[in-house]
């Protein structure tokens, strides 16, 4: 089912710049060239009866519906399939078309059921409006042949051609019965989605919808996207939740607050209840599309682990004790004050959230820097895309992506590497594979076999497959290649690029051990793939990187960031569409809260701490003095913690406890600390270490501002009350009060007025302009008052582009005889991040424990079975998983996610980090594994000591629900 | 902190400003890097750590933390 506040016009969009103009039913209408006859009437306001039609897809002509007559032309053409024409005359009803109609109808309708009262679709049903819209008044075939609607023929025999409802998927329901074989779902799959599970099996009456080879949804390769639950016009394909609830009644449009893509919803509702989030045509960043987190796993939000009240304790092994939200936000200001007394005012900090608004992030670290008096501000971009932070500010001045999503279709080159888009950001990675269907070339560095080096109709033209931890010499003999063999764009370098650092990179990169054939042992890929490679991206037209935390999340995660803008900066690949270098942002709000000054060193819009004027700005719209040294990060914090110099910590939407690498480290910094205040949804790892802890609001019941992958800013909207009666913004703003230092904003869109008049990239930006345009992409200022797709256009950012020298330093983290295997880490479809969220949603039925993938060879050499426990151990610690014998991985290196805190992923991952920003090296650890029979010593602790937190949890409820 | 955990974050940064071909311009890069994104209680301690000989450092770690050292005192100077 669409929307229920969209108009459907039937065909996609055309986008010629070409208009015609003709004449429907005595109306000129002027459209695009290549748009359809039913779409240029739509636009008229002449909506003609269609079912098989629907602009998620394109025109397919197969229910004979939307015929219509075209003056010289002959017969009945179908209105969806055909493009309009200079001068063309249309008519859309009159009697013969009425009755041609009303004869489709009528055979529609014999093989449906009649129960439309009871049914779901009810209120939205297309076939049902299209009944009344022709005026069907009698089905003359009556209901009692052949069909697929009864579960039994009238004479008592079972209906061979009746399937009966596939309810396995946790979301949606499949009831054939209902099907009119329109193939809205099988097109939705393969254009929309690009996974091609549907299809429609067997010919003529036998024609029917199936998953796969007619398995059950949950066991085909649907990926539960939705997109066939939209498209259908009846109630074949539903949502459970409007099977169980009825029609939505309003509809608000919002943000998706899991990955970076920032997909717009419509959350369609009754009263405060949520039916279903309906991904938003009118959204920029997805046009319609959602995957199985966005439009399914929100039940988190209503889940009852969702903490409500605010609780506070001594010590960590003490009951939970509910007080009221005065008696918490006085004990926090108090302790924090107290701590500030006793150890000084560097002795507290805060960490802001990529889960949390810009709004609230922002005033985070305002509280941190003007109440707190510090720097000691950190955020979770720590330990993911830091180094983009850093290696794009270097190379070409901004600290951000440098393309808006769409420019993929004017794209020729897609370069993907260290990124998985079908599992981690699947809407982009659906966008990606429809313009690798339209023929663009691929190019994949990745140790692993991910799905889009061979998914349908796509395969890639290079798959690197190179040894964790070679990133940096990847793409030096990727640019040796380019040098040396005259590739470079000189006039592009001469006009655009630092002539200097250009000169001496390219002396750098030209020296032979730079090569493909000198590097190519250490990267394990053979040199000609390498030049083949190197080739395509530098000569196959607009070329395109798209990076991701296989690229940041190493020792040298920076310098393969400036290695990246290197290697575009030579090839011209920047400042246009169809070009670029995007980093993909795991977390919904990563470049948000870099954006707000979320980094210990730099104020919001990337400003050092430093710069005099800039820190004049703050103090004068803030009003105190601001302190000018850079302050702790993240992983200095735990070693000052450690040192006894860093005792108070507010921790708003994060847990370090299970994300950050080395986690016993990091437990026990935590135990050092004297008061840890987590603000959160649910009691998360982290809480369980915490003395305060001060319940979070959801995306829904806020107001606020996100900003995706491609610097898009969009409007998280308010749907229902908060849970725990304040929105985040508002708690950080009750502790500003009470530490002493005032802020009184009444609305989320105060926040945002502020951040515009002291950041330069923000200046014009503000709700109103959001709303105005549905989404603006920063910088919005003078020059770009609309905001601005794409970056670097006529000159760089910093003025002209640096190229900077990346020397490859191989990691410190090496195999040996004792950890002969290197483990690598990522995620999967199904779960997101530390799985707070969707742990707690039906996704688990895809993935309901973490696993260690790990190839068939070294499976065998160590008696390793699919399915066995494996231990899993580094010089840092040792886990247990259980083993996944794949292919996909190459030898010497096993995977696993770390969605599951009892699997301890981060328990073997080390201390190492970027040089640069002290981004972990999650993605390279160096391990042993052995079979076990039982879960690791750090496991069986840490299951004692959650339930013991458990216990401590249910202990203060308990005393809360006996209170008089 | 860890004094051998910060040693090894300066040397992991001397190992990127090794590439340069200007040996002082390395030198500026690192204490610049040092200067801009450490903590001042972390750039005290890795200077108490130089002065207390400084183990673990490498010889451009070294020059860097020298350099850094010598760019503070002048700051305070002025």
Not at chain 1, 197 to 208: C, E, H, N, P, Y
Not at chain 1, 282 to 308: E, L, M, Q, W
Not at chain 1, 615 to 622: I, K, L, V
Not at chain 1, 743 to 761: N, Q, V
């Amino acid at each position: 089912m669409l929307s229920i506040v969209e108009i459907d016009r039937g065909t996609p969009k055309a986008t010629s710049k070409k208009t015609v103009s003709l004449d429907i039913d005595g109306r000129t209408v002027t459209v695009p060239e290549g748009t359809s006859v039913m779409r240029a009437a739509a636009q008229a306001g002449i909506h003609i009866p269609k079912l098989c039609a629907t602009e998620m897809v394109d025109a397919f002509g197969s229910c004979r519906l939307c015929l219509v007559e075209i003056e010289g032309r002959k017969g009945y053409p179908a209105s969806c399939t055909t493009p309009v024409a200079e001068g063309m005359k249309v008519v859309t009803q009159n009697e013969k078309l009425g009755h041609l109609r009303r004869g489709v109808m009528e055979l529609y309708i014999s093989d449906h059921p009649l129960d439309c009262l009871t049914c779901p679709a009810n209120g939205h049903c297309e076939l049902q409006d299209m009944a009344g819209v022709v005026g069907l008044r009698e089905v003359r075939y009556g209901y009692d042949g052949e069909n697929h609607v009864y579960a039994q023929t009238k004479d008592g025999e079972a209906n061979p051609r009746f399937v009966a409802k596939d309810e396995s998927n946790p979301y949606f329901a499949f009831d054939p019965s209902k099907c009119i074989v329109c193939s809205r779902c099988v097109r939705a799959c393969d254009e929309v989605q690009g996974t091609f599970a549907l299809t429609i099996q067997g010919r003529g009456f036998d024609s029917k919808v199936a998953a796969s080879q007619d398995d059950r949804f949950l066991d085909s390769e649907c990926v539960s996207c939705g997109a066939c639950v939209q498209a259908c016009p009846t109630a074949t394909l539903s949502e459970k939740s409007l099977i169980d609830k009825g029609q939505a009644e309003h509809s608000v449009v919002t943000t998706c607050a899991y990955c970076g893509v920032g997909c717009s919803f419509r959350a369609e509702m009754k009263g405060e209840d949520i039916v279903r989030m309906v991904p938003d045509m009118d959204g920029k960043a997805n046009h319609g599309h959602s995957c199985v987190k966005g439009r399914f796993a929100i039940g988190y939000a209503t889940h009852p682990d969702r903490i409500t009240t605010p609780m506070i304790r001594e010590k960590i092994t003490d009951p939970w004790r509910v007080v009221s939200w005065e008696q918490a936000i006085d004990h926090v200001a108090s302790e924090f004050k107290r701590i500030q007394k006793q150890h000084g005012k560097f002795a507290v900090g805060g960490i802001t959230s990529s889960r949390c608004t810009n709004e609230e992030t922002y005033l985070v670290q305002k509280l941190v820097r003007a109440a707190f008096g510090n720097n000691n501000v950190d955020t979770c971009a720590r330990v993911c895309h830091s180094p983009t932070g850093y290696g794009l500010k270097s190379t070409l001045g901004e600290s951000a992506g440098t393309q808006d999503f769409d420019s993929i279709e004017q794209t020729d080159v897609v370069l993907v590497m260290g990124s998985n888009p079908t599992d981690a950001h699947p809407v982009f990675g659906s966008k990606m594979k429809q313009r690798l269907r339209q023929g663009a070339k691929l190019i994949v560095i990745d140790p692993r076999g991910i799905d889009l080096v061979r998914t349908p109709h796509v395969q890639a033209d290079f798959h690197l497959k190179l040894r964790p931890g070679t990133n940096v010499a990847m793409l030096n003999a990727l640019a040796h290649v380019i040098v040396t063999e005259g590739l470079v764009d000189e006039a592009f370098v001469a006009e655009r690029c630092e002539k200097a650092a250009f000169d001496k990179w390219r002396a750098f990169i030209a020296e032979e051990r730079n090569s493909p054939e000198a590097q190519a042992a250490e990267l394990g890929v053979p040199a000609e793939q390498v030049r083949g490679a190197a080739r395509l991206y530098a000569t196959g037209g607009n070329a395109a990187i798209y990076y991701g935390l296989g690229v940041t999340e190493h020792a040298q995660g920076s310098t393969a960031v400036m290695g990246i803008a290197n290697l575009a900066m030579a090839t011209g690949n920047l400042g246009r569409e169809g070009v670029g270098v995007n980093p993909m942002r795991g977390q919904n709000n990563v470049q948000g809260s870099c954006d707000m000054g979320s980094f210990p060193h730099e104020f919001p819009g990337y400003r050092h701490v430093g710069d005099a004027e800039v820190r004049a700005d703050f103090e004068n719209a803030w009003g105190v003095p601001l302190h000018d040294e850079p302050g702790l990060r993240i992983p200095n914090m735990f070693e000052a913690a450690l040192d006894g110099s860093f005792l108070g910590l507010y921790v708003e939407g994060e847990d370090i406890a299970q994300s950050d690498p080395n986690t016993q480290h990091v437990t026990a910094a935590l135990q050092a600390m004297e008061c840890i205040v987590v603000q959160d949804l649910f009691l998360n790892e982290t809480a369980k270490y915490a003395h305060v802890f001060l319940p979070g609001t959801s995306f829904l019941e806020k107001d606020g501002t996100f900003t995706n992958a491609e610097r898009r800013v969009s409007r998280v909207r308010k749907v229902m009350e908060p849970r725990c009666r304040y929105a985040d913004w508002e708690v950080t703003q009750l502790l500003s009060n009470a530490m002493g230092y005032p802020m009184h904003y009444a609305h989320p869109s105060e926040i945002m007025d502020e951040i515009a008049r002291l950041t330069p990239t923000f200046t014009n930006m503000s709700f109103d302009k959001i709303d105005q345009l549905g989404s603006v992409q920063w910088p919005c200022n003078d020059e770009h008052p609309d905001g601005t797709p794409v970056m670097h256009v006529g000159e760089f950012v910093r003025g002209q582009g640096r190229f900077m020298l990346t020397e490859y330093v191989p990691t410190s983290e090496k195999v040996n005889a004792k950890h002969p295997l290197i483990l690598t880490t990522g995620r999967i479809l199904s779960q997101y991040n530390v799985g707070a969220q969707t742990r707690r949603t039906a996704n688990v039925m895809w993935h309901d424990e973490d696993l260690l993938e790990i190839h068939p060879h070294d499976a065998d050499e160590r008696g390793i079975r699919d399915g066995d426990w494996v231990g899993i151990e580094s010089r840092a610690g040792d886990t247990v998983l259980r083993a996944k014998i794949a292919e996909r991985m190459q030898p010497g290196v096993v995977y696993t996610t770390f969605h599951f805190p009892g699997s301890g992923a981060n328990v073997i991952t080390t201390e190492n980090s970027d040089w640069a920003t002290n981004c972990p090296e999650y993605k390279v650890t160096a391990v042993q594994v052995t079979r076990v029979e039982q879960p690791s010593a750090w496991q069986q602790r840490h299951e004692a000591f959650s339930e013991r937190q458990r216990e401590l949890l249910e202990q203060s409820r308990h005393a809360a629900a006996d209170a008089p | 902190m860890n004094i051998e955990h910060l040693t090894t974050m300066v040397n992991d940064i001397s190992h990127y400003f090794a590439a340069e071909p200007d040996h002082d311009a390395a030198v500026q890069g690192i204490a610049d890097h040092l200067r801009k994104f450490w903590d001042p209680v972390m750039r005290k301690q890795i200077l108490a750590h130089l002065e207390a000989g400084g183990e673990g450092l490498e010889p451009l770690s070294r020059e860097a933390v020298e350099r850094l050292g010598v760019m503070q005192k002048s700051e305070a100077a002025a």
